[in-house]
């Protein structure tokens, strides 16, 4: 995670990702549109990555945790698989313009071996076709940056420099 007034990982906190309520919460409906209403268990919601954290660490001894926290879209087992398969044919960016940095704050959560090796596999590739467009094509640079995810663009404004 970056620093405290770092924005890229604010709004990376802010995707949404998928939790389970493991226990039943009074008056916490509010959360899923019913103001008023208690949390059902086996209630699932996406909510913001800090807050499902929060809620997913704080327990009490002997107790189940409040939320169980699961992979955000944007990191399914479909999305990996396709990565695999052809990582050209995902749009990152449309999954989350913060990709690389959920992956990270993801795999700081979860122990998914699997990610690590796809996810550095396309870094890798992705920065050496972003090397070569950022020498070589000065007219396409505006038509990529719209396909680019937050970090990707940094580094294509970094190496046309």
């Not at 086996?42 to 945790?65: E, F, H, N, Y």
């Not at 479909?78 to 989350?96: F, G, I, M, Q, S």
């Not at 913060?98 to 992705?126: C, N, P, Q, W």
């Amino acid at each position: 995670m970056g620093s405290y007034y770092d924005i890229d990982a604010i709004l990376t906190d802010a995707q949404r990702v998928p939790c389970t309520f493991e226990l039943s919460v009074p008056g916490l409906g509010y959360l899923d549109g019913n103001s008023g209403e208690d949390m059902k268990q086996g209630t699932r919601i996406d909510l913001p990555l800090w807050l499902g954290v929060m809620l997913a660490v704080s327990q009490r001894l002997g107790t189940s945790p409040l939320v169980t926290l699961d992979l955000p879209n944007a990191l399914s087992q479909r999305v990996l698989n396709a990565l695999k398969a052809d990582p050209k044919t995902v749009d990152l960016r449309t999954l989350a313009t913060h990709f690389y940095s959920l992956g990270a704050r993801i795999l700081e959560l979860f122990e998914e071996e699997e990610m690590v090796d796809i996810l550095t596999d396309i870094a890798k590739g992705e920065e050496r076709l972003l090397k070569f467009m950022a020498r070589h094509s000065r007219s396409g640079r505006r038509k990529l940056q719209t396909k680019l995810t937050i970090q990707e663009g940094l580094l294509v404004k970094g190496l046309s420099s």
